[in-house]
């Protein structure tokens, strides 16, 4: 067991002894309290738990979570294996330096940016993904995430799984999408709404369509803007799908985002932002001219300057492999067994394939991602992004179960949109 589970399950029995304890017990036992969300704050380097995560595991509660980095980005834990190292590949195989699928750089502005791996200092064997946070450029931003595919398990999952998959939403192969969670904030009120999974798998067929609705309306209004904006995003992903036969992504999500303050609050919130990303950017996050680099095991980003780079990329990654393998069976519970990891399900199975020109690149994708449409810059600029991929897996077949998702999606969001 790990300091960090230590932790969690050192603050969980302490609440229950506030339950039966005198006075005196329950003011010893909120120092007690404080003191172990102290260590355990110290423990995370200053990070905290994500404050605005509306679905998934969540720190403190689930043995992984989601914490929130003090330069501002999102750290998401490693589930057990075979989940979390497949997760990991997927995210190093999309943004490997050497990439030159077109493909692969293409689905990059779908997904939140990857700046490599963190772990804290006194747990070498706590492994976290480094994402960009893209809510950090909203003020108050209204966030729901969908899960999206006809089948929320993979096609390795054991029929228990499978089952247990299928009873909490019947209805998912029908209708290609669950919402999962939303956060919405309310005008007139200046707070949040907060729906969770429940929410999402009591929507049926004929209900589905006013429980999407219930993200866009602020209390005062439905926000069509928002819809419009989020309806381009979603095409665009779904043309991706469209032209790619890989990859298949099962149990994965999109994460929307919106800005539910004033327009104006807004505009000032995103000059800020401007002007502290030009003066500093967050530590672990890339600027022009700067590379991949490793210390003490925590894959980080540094300058040129330094004149050191990441070296050998294989080697280092199953490096991680095995780092956090050895981590999982002495501090997680694995509910997978291992011999589920079968070579029919081996991910080397991924290959980065050469454009016949051999003239794609990173830089001429990022400058192609600015010429964004007029509505998209905005103040009431929308993000929509795809999200968790600990079940995806190579394909030489079109991911008709996603498409069907996303084209169910979009013809809901369209009919909201013409009311």
Not at 407 to 412: A, F, I
Request: glycine share 6%; aromatic share 8%; hydrophobic share 30%.
């Amino acid at each position: 067991m790990t300091t960090q589970h230590q932790i969690v399950d050192s603050s969980l029995t302490l609440g229950q002894n506030q339950i039966i304890s005198c006075d005196s017990d329950r003011s010893a036992s909120e120092k007690e309290k404080r003191k172990t969300q102290d260590g355990s704050q110290k423990h995370l380097n200053g990070c905290v738990p994500l404050s605005h995560q509306v679905a998934g595991h969540k720190y403190g509660v689930d043995k992984v979570g989601i914490l929130q980095h003090p330069d501002g980005t999102v750290l998401k834990q490693l589930q057990p294996p075979p989940r979390g190292p497949r997760e990991l590949k997927f995210y190093s195989m999309v943004y490997d330096e050497h990439c030159c699928d077109p493909v692969l750089l293409d689905l990059q502005m779908h997904l939140p940016k990857y700046y490599g791996t963190w772990t804290p200092a006194d747990a070498p064997n706590d492994l976290y993904l480094k994402l960009d946070d893209v809510t950090r450029k909203f003020n108050k931003p209204c966030i729901m995430d969908v899960k999206i595919g006809q089948k929320s398990y993979d096609p390795y999952a054991l029929k228990e799984k499978k089952d247990q998959q299928i009873r909490k939403y019947p209805l998912m192969e029908e209708i290609g999408f669950l919402v999962l969670g939303m956060r919405i904030y309310q005008v007139n009120t200046d707070s949040y709404e907060t729906h969770d999974q429940h929410y999402g798998r009591g929507l049926i067929k004929e209900t589905i369509k006013d429980g999407l609705t219930k993200f866009f309306f602020n209390g005062n209004s439905v926000r069509k803007d928002a819809i419009a904006a989020s309806i381009q995003k979603v095409q665009k992903i779904l043309q991706w799908f469209q032209s790619q036969s890989q990859l298949h992504f099962y149990a994965s999500s999109l994460l929307f985002v919106y800005e539910g303050s004033s327009q104006q609050t807004a505009q000032m919130k995103r000059k800020a932002g401007s002007l502290a990303d030009v003066s500093t950017a967050p530590k672990g996050c890339p600027t022009d001219g700067e590379v991949l680099e490793y210390n003490n095991n925590v894959c980080v980003i540094g300058s040129m300057e330094n004149g050191r780079t990441m070296a050998s990329f294989g080697q280092s990654l199953s490096n991680m492999y095995a780092l956090h393998k050895k981590g999982c069976s002495q501090g997680h519970r694995n509910d997978v067994p291992l011999q589920i990891e079968t070579r029919e399900q081996d991910n080397s199975l991924w290959k980065c394939t050469t454009p016949p020109n051999g003239n794609v690149n990173k830089p001429q994708l990022e400058k192609e991602s600015h010429h964004m449409p007029a509505v998209m810059q905005k103040p009431n600029e929308v993000e929509v992004r795809m999200i968790d991929f600990a079940h995806v897996f190579p394909s030489n077949t079109k991911d008709e179960g996603y498409v069907y998702g996303l084209k169910n999606l979009l013809t809901v969001l369209q009919q909201i949109l013409n009311n």
